[in-house]
């Protein structure tokens, strides 16, 4: 799986884009290549291009992994919005059950799927509450 990241200059959100056969722990280092850099604030926001992402062997314990790991994160990460935005509509069911078992943590987070970057992007840059 390859992931790479910039941050829009326009709005400073974190943009990563995910390519390939999923990989639990390339998302991990992703996060913490995100956290450590010199740009990173608690709250920042983060837009995820899945778009071409494989999903093929991915499922509910993956999804249950995931939000384990963005639990390691939330003290560092703080109260931010992460949105995905996939192509596929397995992708988005799974993006879905994302958000539903990211809803239970404390810090805030906001976790949503999307079809489009624009979508995602009005979302990311809304400051008014969920």
């Not at 999903?55 to 999804?63: A, K, L, N, P």
């Not at 939330?74 to 992460?82: K, L, M, P, Q």
């Amino acid at each position: 799986m390859r992931l790479d990241f910039r941050i829009d200059d326009e709005t400073g959100i974190f943009v990563f884009t995910v390519t390939g056969k999923f990989d639990l722990e390339r998302i991990a280092r992703g996060i913490d290549e995100a956290v450590a850099h010199p740009s990173f604030e608690p709250g920042n926001r983060s837009l995820w291009d899945m778009r071409d992402l494989d999903v093929e062997e991915f499922g509910t314990e993956q999804i249950e992994e995931l939000v384990r790991i963005n639990e390691k994160f939330e003290s560092v990460r703080g109260a931010g919005r992460a949105a995905a935005v996939t192509s596929r509509d397995v992708q988005y069911g799974l993006g879905r059950m994302f958000e539903a078992y990211a809803d239970r943590l404390q810090s805030g987070f906001q976790a949503r799927v999307f079809r489009t970057v624009d979508e995602a992007m009005v979302w990311l840059t809304d400051d008014s509450p969920d």
